[in-house]
């Protein structure tokens, strides 16, 4: 489902280059959870920047679900990405001008995704009710506590029914109980919709849910191993 070689990423800082990722190679199998552990600076975010098609690598290759990413454009890069990717942002990045419903429909209007205007609204308060929001669906983000706004933010993730999703740091700005809800919460969505699920975490709890574990030191992988 995705494929890395050679992966590297540079950024100009001051007079010298800064190499953040460097060298990277790996393979992740479809309905793979994988996590991806590292302490501050070791090129996490980065990584997962790059095999989500957020970033250009500044050397190597990103494949997924069979499409290479550099033989495709910015706006191609962005239709596959709407057909075929969710993310999940640390900072949740709703639209804080729409409800938790409209939110929702958002991946699925830039999807162009099949339905009329009615059944798209049915499909997104479904997937909230899924979450535990379904009360909650004419509600906006300030009106959310953080807990309810990532389980918006996941519900809008799995609304294009993505082949892989990726998640920033999920419980990165969560309490301790709450992030517990949304761990089991994404464990749940990925068994029922058979996705492959990459996430960047420092969450000890939470990576020890996942399939397979790769750590990042310096931009390289040190380890990558599978548990259970």
């Given at each position: ?10 950024y100009?800082s001051?007079?010298?280059?800064l ?7 790996l393979?992740i199998?479809q309905n793979?959870f ?5 302490p ?5 975010t980065?990584?997962?920047?790059l095999?989500?098609?957020l970033?250009?690598p ?8 069979g499409?290479?990413?550099g033989d ?15 993310f ?7 639209i ?11 991946p699925l209007?830039?999807a162009?995704a ?5 059944e ?7 997937l909230?009710e899924?979450?535990?929001l ?8 300030q ?79 040190i ?6």
């Amino acid at each position: 489902m995705i494929i890395a070689r050679n992966l590297s990423q540079t950024y100009r800082s001051g007079p010298e280059p800064l190499t953040v990722l460097r060298d990277v190679d790996l393979e992740i199998a479809q309905n793979e959870f994988v996590a991806i552990l590292g302490p501050s600076g070791s090129g996490k975010t980065t990584l997962l920047g790059l095999l989500a098609g957020l970033d250009t690598p500044a050397t190597g290759t990103v494949q997924l679900a069979g499409a290479p990413l550099g033989d495709l454009g910015e706006d191609e890069r962005a239709r596959f990405r709407a057909g075929n990717i969710g993310f999940v942002f640390q900072t949740f990045q709703l639209i804080p001008t729409l409800t938790a419903l409209e939110n929702v429909l958002v991946p699925l209007e830039l999807a162009g995704a099949p339905g009329s205007a009615e059944e798209l609204a049915a499909r997104a308060h479904a997937l909230l009710e899924r979450v535990g929001l379904g009360d909650r669906t004419d509600h906006y983000p300030q009106q959310l506590s953080g807990g309810e706004q990532q389980r918006v933010a996941l519900a809008r993730a799995f609304a294009s029914e993505p082949k892989i999703l990726f998640a920033d740091e999920p419980t990165g700005n969560l309490d301790g109980e709450t992030g517990a809800r949304i761990i089991d919460l994404l464990v749940r969505l990925n068994e029922e919709s058979a996705t492959t699920l990459v996430l960047v975490t420092h969450d000890l709890e939470l990576a020890r849910r996942a399939g397979r574990v790769i750590r990042l030191a310096s931009g390289r992988v040190i380890s990558d191993e599978r548990q259970g």
